[in-house]
């Protein structure tokens, strides 16, 4: 049965056209009469203002209050997005961060000892549970630091002379589209390999490309199917023997931080997803941070510049003549740092490794009632933090998708990896309840239960339906033009 | 103390029904020797203990909320509706929208950015931002090369020096060239420019905070064939002409100066906005407006065939998360302060520099190295040491004086004033950098 | 689905037709069909010089981008610009007003590995 339509799903103004002319929000501190064309030359001028909104304080927030009312996020909601790691971020995290908000990169260091030693001690937590033997903080997000891992691992073949013959960087076709794009970036030419019939890295596939013509090989263990490679020390070990280093995609780190470790399977390089793994909120799509912990041969080359230690003094270190460069202005999001550190210090090594822990029970549990549901499960064994489920045959993913946002869910990853058909990538992370997973189970049982037609036309009261996306694409409109 | 809920009888319910005897039994895949390995952490602490363990941290550091700093990041006020509302638990507990329907209010919110930034700038298109300013450059050089087809780039040292440092990061992975235009009394000269160069890129107010007439110069790029990339200081262009109005193709810069702490230098958000002409080659996410099957309008990610994960290898940048809250914490700025508030801010801030040079370069030795006109930050030449001044000045309680690198001359700092200084702010530094100097 | 006899096809899923001393490429039926609703087309420069088996052109739908080989050697001299505005042809004329750009090729021949229609239904269809 279809269900009825609201009548009534308001309309959402833009805050432009809430303004009105003269209507003051915010006012900053007076200035007396101020002629600004002979401070800075009327040639320089803009004749006319930037069209702004104009708003009372009031108007503001209710605008933005309305609109996080037309949002869903981890705080709202279950939301077991796959490879996203959508757990609970700490509110404890944003009292953290506030202690400092007001540092500026380049006062005196001995002015900021506290941030320096803060982020001197994070760099060695995460070498820590990476198994690495350096970290740099300086990546804003994960794809920069693939960009730094991989330039570090070129300049490390510069090094020795190899950066010539070596221009190629393998990964398999179940990886996430950054690692092709990151090797694209740094200028390599990427080969995929396929994965086998397990689900996991074709061993014979993949020695049959590595040569000396290999640069690096970036996987992701546990692999996007939730799946860990069970052969990674013979991968590392078949790398390694033809001078290609190993490198370590830490997007599903959740799955084993703390557990195992990166640089003890055989890595060369990881980068951390700090939003992801350890709980730095997501923010609707950033900002993140995207540490890169290496192994001592990589060290020289990572980006300048590093916190060091000399006695109880904390400081920057930019005598580093065989670094990358920089690939950030300033430290790193620093911000992001403070919350990560703080999580690190609450949980320490024991809450480490059962968050993690609990992060791949809840998944194997959910994935259990999600086969009672009448869900496929193409590779059925006891998965990490995340699994790839397919719907009964006859119904379609985006479906499914659209079904569970009508119940007040945030679906799972739809569509991905490629390598499965109809994909739903399932990750529940380790801070749900099991009444939750149980709940949603059951939304995922009467989505199927209320039929094709009505998931077809699904969802019927989120604040807008499915969306022209063709439209969007074959005319795109990106700002808000004056009516 | 951690974030997991399962109690005892939860574990022992669960275990069983994935057929588990223990929770080390779920990792039956990994190499036995490996796990569970010691981590050299030190012990846990409860929410108490860690905070106040923080307060330590930060009683060793000193803030710089009213500082003299310059260089990218400056101490401007953040209004207190700005953090409250861009970090309401929806937003910042929210991925990329990437379920439409479940996202409106994001997605919005970028609809409406996309049009600030694009007003500020007088570029069509903005994107949805970037990391911060420098790698916003950095990107719009690659994007200048992709649409050029061209492997050479011209940098004029007035452009931020550790974005340029960032620049050449990028370019050496792609194997393009970086070559720079050097100042001429504190100005960009126009330069020839040659029919490899892809991108010519040039900042308005330039590092010393002088500002540049950098029409000729994009003239010279387009009669080239190359794009010119303009470096904005986001809040001046409450005042100052557009980089729209004067040829650029790209406009890039740091957001922070828009309702973001200094943070020690991020999270921020870098800003990015283009001409029509250039949309499918823009990196980062874009967003559209649209309608729903009941002709209802709603906003929704668009080009997304741009982007790595449906391009893989050939997408036009790796970017994936971006700073969507800190853009957003931009968007709520501009829309708290308005046309004409954003107008007092730069104005005051221009003000007050300028007073603050008129003050600093009666001290004897002291000159100052930006002509005129400038924005709100400026370089002086100093007697002695900048590091040396700098940490004299910090012991005094005033954070002032960023030491210039040395390609830009010798014992040079940068000094910027903003709309928080008041008249004794700046009488309080002219005395203590007297007392320094003397 | 159509299979126009008077054509080539190749296993890229591109259709060749040759007008005299160049020919014209675009993407088969069975293309467009998986491609779904196309949004955009980027299209090679006029004066282009490729080889065989380059990708010079792009065709993007919402969800997906797939890249445009050139079949034969030669030089790019003409493009269709009308698919600038409309790229929809591509899916409601694929054969006719979706063609995409002709290539006069720099010797003769080239053509012969390519497949013919019933080859090609038959390749398509075990896809």
């Known amino acids: 049965m279809i269900a009825e339509k609201k009548e009534v799903r308001p309309e959402s103004p833009l805050i432009f056209e809430k303004s009105l002319p003269g209507r003051r929000g915010v006012r900053p501190p007076a200035v007396a009469d101020v002629d600004l064309a002979e401070l800075l030359g009327a040639e320089n001028l803009r004749p006319e203002p930037p069209e702004l909104p ?159 013509h290999v640069a690096a090989i970036m996987l992701t263990n546990p692999n996007t199917l939730g799946l860990f490679e069970r052969k990674i020390r013979q991968i590392a070990e078949a790398a390694h023997a033809v001078g290609a280093q190993m490198y370590y995609d830490g997007a599903n780190l959740n799955a ?173 992370t380790e801070t749900e309840t099991k009444e939750t997973l149980q709940t949603f189970a059951a939304a995922m049982g009467e989505i199927l239960a209320k039929g094709k037609e009505w998931l077809e036309g699904a969802p019927y009261t989120t604040p807008v339906r499915r969306l022209d996306e063709l439209q969007a694409n074959r005319r795109p409109k990106l700002r808000w033009e004056k009516g | 103390m951690d974030y997991t809920p399962h109690t005892s009888q939860d574990l022992e319910t669960m275990l069983t029904r994935v057929g588990a005897k223990n929770l080390r039994d779920l990792f039956g895949d990994l190499p036995q020797d490996l796990i569970f390995p010691d981590l050299d952490l030190p012990a846990p602490l409860t929410e108490t203990e860690m905070m106040r363990h923080l307060r330590e941290l930060a009683a060793k550091n000193s803030s710089a909320a009213t500082s003299f700093l310059g260089g990218g990041l400056r101490a401007h006020y953040v209004p207190a509706a700005v953090v409250p509302l861009a970090a309401r638990a929806e937003f910042i507990s929210a991925y990329t929208p990437y379920q439409p329907e479940a996202s409106q209010g994001l997605l919005q919110a970028i609809f409406e950015y996309q049009t ?226 954003l107008k007092e801010v730069a104005a005051r801030s221009v003000v007050n520099a300028h007073q603050l040079a008129k003050r600093l370069t009666t001290i004897p030795g002291v000159r100052q190295i930006t002509p005129r006109p400038y924005f709100c930050e400026f370089v002086l030449e100093l007697p002695k040491n900048p590091s040396q001044v700098r940490s004299e000045l910090a012991k005094r309680g005033i954070h002032a004086a960023v030491p210039l690198p040395s390609e830009y001359g010798h014992n040079l700092a940068l000094f910027a004033a903003t709309e928080v200084h008041t008249e004794r702010d700046l009488a309080g530094l002219e005395a203590a950098l007297r007392e320094v100097l003397a | 689905m159509d299979y126009p006899d008077n054509l080539k096809y190749s296993k890229s899923h591109e259709w060749v037709r040759q007008d005299g001393d160049t020919v014209a490429v675009g993407i088969t039926d069975y293309a467009q069909d998986q491609l779904g609703d196309v949004v955009f087309v980027e299209l090679p420069s006029v004066g282009t010089t490729v080889s065989a088996g380059d990708s010079i052109a792009v065709v993007e739908s919402v969800k997906t981008a797939s890249d445009i080989y050139a079949p034969v050697a030669g030089e790019v001299v003409e493009v269709n610009v009308t698919l600038g505005d409309k790229p929809e042809l591509l899916n409601s004329s694929p054969f006719k007003e979706g063609w995409m750009f002709k290539i006069r090729p720099s010797q003769s021949g080239g053509l012969e590995t390519l497949m013919n229609a019933a080859a090609y239904r038959q390749f398509a269809e075990s896809q």
Do not use: W
């Open chain 2, 116 to 341: 600030m930034i694009s007003e500020l700038t007088g570029l069509p298109v903005s994107n949805a931002s970037l990391y911060d300013g420098s790698t916003a450059l950095a990107e719009g050089v690659l994007l200048a090369l992709r649409e050029t087809g061209r492997n050479k780039v011209l940098v004029s040292q007035g452009v931020h020096p550790e974005y340029r440092k960032v620049l050449k990061t990028y370019l050496d992975a792609i194997g393009a060239q970086l070559e720079e235009i050097g100042l001429e009394a504190g100005k960009t000269p126009t330069t020839q420019v040659s029919t490899e160069v892809g991108a010519v890129v040039g900042a308005n107010p330039n590092f010393l905070g002088a500002l540049e007439n950098l029409a000729p110069l994009a003239e010279a790029a387009h009669a080239s064939g190359a794009l010119f990339v303009a470096v904005v200081d986001a809040l001046s262009l409450a005042v100052l002409k557009t980089p729209g109005s004067y040829g650029a193709d790209i406009a890039v810069g740091e957001g922070q100066p828009l309702g973001n702490a200094m943070a020690f230098g991020g999270p921020h958000f870098g800003l990015m906005a283009v001409k029509e002409n250039l949309v499918r080659q823009l990196p980062g996410r874009l967003v559209s407006e649209t309608t729903d099957v009941d002709g209802k309008r709603g906003y929704i990610l668009t080009l997304q065939a741009r982007e790595q994960y449906i391009r893989r290898g050939k997408a036009k940048s790796n970017i994936t998360t971006n700073a969507q809250l800190t853009a957003l914490m931009g968007a709520v700025y501009l829309a708290a302060l308005g046309s004409q508030g």
């Open chain 1, 54 to 212: 104009e708003v009372d304080e009031l108007t503001l927030v209710r605008h933005y209050t309305g609109l996080s009312r037309r949002q869903l996020g981890i705080d709202v909601t279950f939301y077991p997005l796959g490879s996203c790691t959508m757990k609970y971020n700490p509110k404890v995290h944003e009292a953290a961060v506030a202690l400092f908000a007001d540092l500026h990169p380049y006062q005196a260091p001995e002015t900021a000892q506290g941030a320096l030693q803060l982020m001197y001690e994070l760099q060695h937590d995460l070498s820590g549970i990476t198994g690495m033997d350096a970290t740099t903080l300086q990546p804003a997000a994960g794809a920069h630091g693939e960009l730094t891992g991989i330039l570090s691992i070129r300049a490390y073949h510069h090094s020795r002379g190899q950066h010539a013959q070596r221009r190629l960087v393998l990964v398999p076709d179940s990886a996430h589209g950054s690692n092709p794009a990151t090797a694209s970036m740094a200028g390599y030419a990427v080969k995929e390999i396929p994965s086998g019939p397990d689900g996991e890295v074709d061993l014979e596939a993949l020695k049959r490309e590595l040569g000396p």
């Open chain 1, 256 to 428: 084993i931080m703390g557990v195992a470790r990166p640089g003890d399977m055989g890595f060369d390089v990881v980068h951390l997803n700090l939003h992801k793994t350890f709980t730095v909120p997501h923010g609707g799509g950033g900002p993140g941070s995207g540490p890169v912990g290496v192994k001592k041969h990589l060290e020289l080359f990572l980006p300048s510049p590093q916190v060091v230690r000399d006695g109880e003094t904390y400081a920057l270190d930019y005598d580093r003549p065989q670094s990358i460069g920089q690939v950030k202005s300033f430290y790193g999001n620093f911000g992001a740092l403070v919350r990560a550190y703080a999580y690190i210090r609450m949980l320490g090594q024991e809450g480490i490794q059962k968050s993690a822990a609990l992060a791949v029970l809840n998944a194997n549990y959910l994935k259990e009632l999600l086969k009672e549901q009448g869900y496929r499960i193409p590779f059925d064994r006891i998965c990490m933090h995340e699994f790839v489920a397919q719907p009964p045959e006859g119904f379609k993913t985006v479906d499914i998708a659209k079904g569970l946002l009508e119940l007040g869910f945030h679906p799972p990853t739809v569509y991905f990896p490629l390598i499965v058909k109809e994909a739903l990538m399932v990750e529940p």
